[in-house]
């Protein structure tokens, strides 16, 4: 069907001219996603076409009365970490875990409302496969099976939105959701070839995400472009009276703000006056070559728009791995307690006894990353080891984020590689999951700073897989970031190219 598939912005456009009707979109999409080629990817753990589509054609009946959004009727897909109202979408919700089979949420995250029905209008095709409670950096470790990188079936497409990352290369939907508590929007977007952002803490709404590391997790869109995620950023983003972290902040038109003129900018030089900050310890000797070259040509681009390169420093670079890897399993271990075979999930047959049933439960439920990092946030909580690991962690992280706030002095915006290297092959990092932690080294300093940052495609690298270009802003400078990811999308074809397949 022409003109039934597409990014955000332009079917937004289509269906706002009536070129096309969302029940048309949909089924356009709904068609791929069953196909037997993109259901080797396995990026959706469930569909539900019949849902979609009564959603399709209630948005196409809104759009008929004159009450349509700008969104409204353009098809999306949730991670599965987001709780979607089971009786209304028919979905269920796993966090790509066994512990949550049969699960049926009898409510919708926030994130979910506002971009759904109930809000901006898009109907959600689906839900998409993940790292079991999104700990991961490759979606190995759904319970649920792996993803496939689509630009190379070999590869994995990151994670632990490996699901939405994959989803959004291949075509399969225009946009989708993602979360990201050390780097889980951004480093599948940059193995997967697509644009994703990781907004401050607190501007999306935490309410109804399974939660991993609460004072890491936020949620984000990944699409093809720039302009497709402040057209998303701007519906699920805003103040949430549930989450008691939300940023009590009026909403923001990230689409406006994107489009912008600097001042001082020309039509040429779209980004004069923007200093672009390079931490050195962003582009150490051992970086690969092939990342290297490609984020050094982005740079260039930025630079021919009108910014300039400014050298600064983040001097506890290192030291972001190690701290997050205390305090996130920290968090999930008192995060994942709730899950004991009682109040949620799975329960064990036939227990013997009352700790027979915890201990079973938890055990058959939870996969081996999992309870990996169960048992290491449980010891460095425990009394002994809270001061010598925990609290060291939290004093450091305060200086990880002292660090950017000096970086900001000399820079609006910080720029560098997402990862270390392109998408990995499925099972290289079987049974070394330090290699995983390890690699998640330019993602973690933000994280664990609160502060936004996004990958855009910046040219392929070993093998033809795709390099993301990592911007990094500070607090609430998320349209400073969407501006200049734009203004480079406006002038090079990176993020249009495609897997072929
Ligand atoms: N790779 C990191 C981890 O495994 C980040 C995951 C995430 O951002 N959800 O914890």
Not at 145 to 164: E, H, M, Q, Y
Not at 172 to 185: E, K, N, Q, R, Y
Request: proline share 6%.
């Amino acid at each position: 069907m022409n003109g039934a598939k597409g990014g955000v912005a332009g079917l937004a456009r289509r269906l706002a001219a009536r070129e096309v009707s969302s029940v048309e979109v949909v089924r356009a999409h709904l068609d791929v996603i069953a196909s037997v080629e993109s259901r080797a990817l396995g990026a959706f753990l469930a569909v539900d076409a019949e849902h979609a589509l009564a959603d399709a054609q209630a948005a196409d009946e809104r759009r008929a009365r004159g009450e349509a959004g700008p969104l409204t009727g353009v098809p999306v897909a949730h991670k599965d970490i987001f709780v979607t109202d089971h009786a209304r979408s028919g979905l269920p919700t796993t966090a790509g875990s066994k512990m949550l089979v049969g699960y049926q949420s009898p409510f919708d995250a926030t994130v979910v409302a506002r971009l759904g029905t109930a809000g901006a209008g898009m109907v959600t095709l689906g839900k998409l496969n993940c790292d079991e409670f999104a700990m991961g950096s490759s979606n190995e470790n759904s319970a649920f099976g792996p993803v496939l990188n689509p630009w190379d079936a070999t590869r994995v497409p990151g994670g632990s939105s490996g699901g939405s990352a994959a989803a959004v290369a291949a075509r399969l939907v225009p946009a989708a959701t993602g979360t990201d508590t050390g780097g889980s929007i951004r480093q599948p977007a940059s193995f997967c070839g697509v644009t994703g952002i990781k907004p401050t803490y607190g501007l999306c709404s935490r309410w109804g995400m399974v939660a991993f590391a609460s004072s890491l997790d936020q949620a984000g869109p990944l699409a093809r472009t720039a302009e497709d995620c402040a057209l998303l950023l701007s519906a699920m983003s805003g103040f949430d009276a549930r989450d008691a972290t939300s940023a009590e902040r009026p909403p923001v038109d990230l689409h406006a703000a994107m489009q912008t003129q600097r001042e001082g900018a020309t039509a040429g030089r779209p980004l004069a006056g923007l200093r672009i900050g390079l931490p050195k310890e962003f582009f150490p000797a051992a970086l690969a070559a092939d990342v290297a070259g490609a984020v050094r040509a982005a740079l260039a681009e930025l630079e021919k728009l009108g910014a300039t390169l400014v050298d600064v420093s983040l001097p506890r670079t290192e030291l972001a791995i190690p701290v997050y890897y205390i305090i996130a399993p920290a968090e999930a271990s008192s995060n994942l307690s709730r899950f004991d075979g009682v109040r949620y999930g799975h329960r064990t047959a036939a227990p013997a006894d009352l700790m027979a049933l915890y201990k079973h439960s938890r055990s058959e439920g939870f996969g081996p990353e999992v309870k990996r990092r169960i048992m290491i946030g449980t010891y460095v909580l425990s009394h002994g080891y809270y001061d010598a690991y925990y609290l060291q962690a939290q004093k450091l992280r305060r200086m990880i984020a002292d660090d950017f706030q000096a970086c900001f002095k000399q820079c609006d915006v910080i720029a560098g590689p997402v990862a270390p290297t392109v998408a990995w092959r499925l099972g290289a990092q079987a049974g070394d999951p330090v290699k995983a932690y390890l690699a998640d080294i330019f993602t973690l300093p933000a994280s664990l700073a609160g502060l936004p940052g996004m990958s855009v495609p910046a040219g392929t690298g070993e093998g033809g897989m795709p390099v993301g270009l990592q911007l990094i802003g500070n607090y609430f400078a998320e349209g400073t970031l969407l501006h200049a990811a734009h203004a480079l999308q406006q002038a090079t074809d990176w993020h249009l190219r495609e897997p072929q397949r």
